[in-house]
């Protein structure tokens, strides 16, 4: 597998879920990753990176409520959100930072009451 996130799903406004991501090992060991996302009828944007050794930063939209780990063993990437908004309703992809690989199918992610 190159990329291959999961765990989106349909949640209430205030809600939260953990999102997960295989990657190849090569790749992932050797890159920074980053979430990413793409809403309806908007371009993809970036939403949190971690570097190799930990550093993380966030789109300002995320700071507080989101968080990026990663488990370097296991060649998984996670998002951790919580406080969801409808604004945060979108496909959610995983890809490194700078280098990237094509694009996976990403995970849906779907805020509503």
């Known amino acids: 597998v190159q990329l291959q996130a999961s765990g989106g799903g349909l949640v209430q406004p205030g809600g939260s879920l953990r999102l997960s991501c295989a990657a190849s090992?090569?790749?992932?060991?050797?890159?920074?990753m980053a979430w990413f996302r793409q809403a309806p009828g908007k371009q993809r944007e970036l939403v949190a990176f971690i570097d190799n050794v930990g550093n993380t930063d966030y789109v300002d939209s995320a700071k507080g409520r989101f968080t990026i780990s990663r488990d370097n063993a296991k060649n998984a990437l996670y998002l951790l959100m919580h406080t969801l908004k409808p604004d945060d309703t979108a496909v959610y992809y995983c890809n490194g930072f700078l280098t990237r690989l094509p694009w996976g199918q990403g995970t849906l992610v779907t805020v509503s009451s």
């Open positions: 090992g090569s790749f992932f060991r050797s890159n920074a």
